[in-house]
């Protein structure tokens, strides 16, 4: 039993993820939700393409399929969205050089949340195969 001065302190679990990846995982789902936030406002409310809104909010939904990847840390739903929000950041590039204020500042804030997405995202994936990697090298050297 593992215990110290102040009581009896808990073992994590051999394969739970490491901290800077749990802190990753909550930063990618954040950055996601709020990415898809963002898309619904601005395109049916805040600076829609057409009064009332239009049809290209259904860009949202796209990013509504990788959520629950995330929170059960499917390390391919990170690495395949790492490579796919690429085409939200070109979006937003795009619509930050040629739209008009105010959308070209919610342009500027999808480019702001993708960068923030797959900078989670990355952090995610290469601190869980070096855990991966640590651990494969812990078994080995004690077998």
Known sequence: MNQTASGPSPT????????LADLARWVAVASLLALIALCLAWELVLAPLKPGGSWIAFKALPLCLPLAGLLKHRMYTYR???LWIWLYFTEGVVRAYSD?????YYALAEVALTVVLFVACVVHIRVRLAAAKARGLTETAAA
């Open 100 to 104: 008009t204020a105010p959308s070209n």
């Open 80 to 82: 395949a969205l790492s």
């Open 12 to 19: 994590p679990a051999p394969n739970a993820p490491p901290p």
